[in-house]
């Protein structure tokens, strides 16, 4: 069982910079090392759209917005995975979710907050 925990959220200027977080709360170590990891976003009014992605082996992929700004990775012995935003832009502004993919099956986080002022 997997419960990936955001944070990092927050209010930033544009050109700014946030760390998102994501816990694997309740996965052993064994598990995290198993599980594929994306982060989406929702803005109001849109729907999720994908941003990030890294696979249980390490390969990474991104949406075309992030334009090199984003940088996905994770930590094993924290049984974490971040999402580092650079420059960022107001259209960034959105709930930012994290999801594990474990076998076929999803767990989502609860989403944290990024509000990109202008």
């Known amino acids: 069982q997997v419960q990936p925990v955001e944070s990092g959220g927050g209010l930033v200027q544009a050109g700014g910079s946030l760390r998102l977080s994501c816990l694997a709360s309740?996965?052993?170590?064994?598990?995290?090392?198993?599980?594929?990891w994306s982060w989406y976003r929702q803005a109001p009014g849109k729907q999720r759209e994908f941003v990030a992605g890294?696979?249980?082996?390490?390969?990474?992929n991104y949406a075309d917005f992030v334009e090199g700004r984003f940088t996905i990775s994770r930590d094993n012995a924290k049984k974490t995975v971040y999402l580092q935003m650079n420059e960022l832009k107001a259209e960034d502004t959105a709930v930012y979710y994290c999801?594990?993919?474990?076998?076929?099956?999803?767990?989502w986080g609860q989403g944290t907050q990024v509000t990109v002022s202008s």
């Open positions: 309740r996965a052993i170590t064994s598990t995290f090392w198993s599980i594929n």
């Open positions: 890294m696979t249980a082996g390490g390969e990474v």
């Open positions: 999801k594990a993919e474990y076998y076929g099956s999803h767990f």
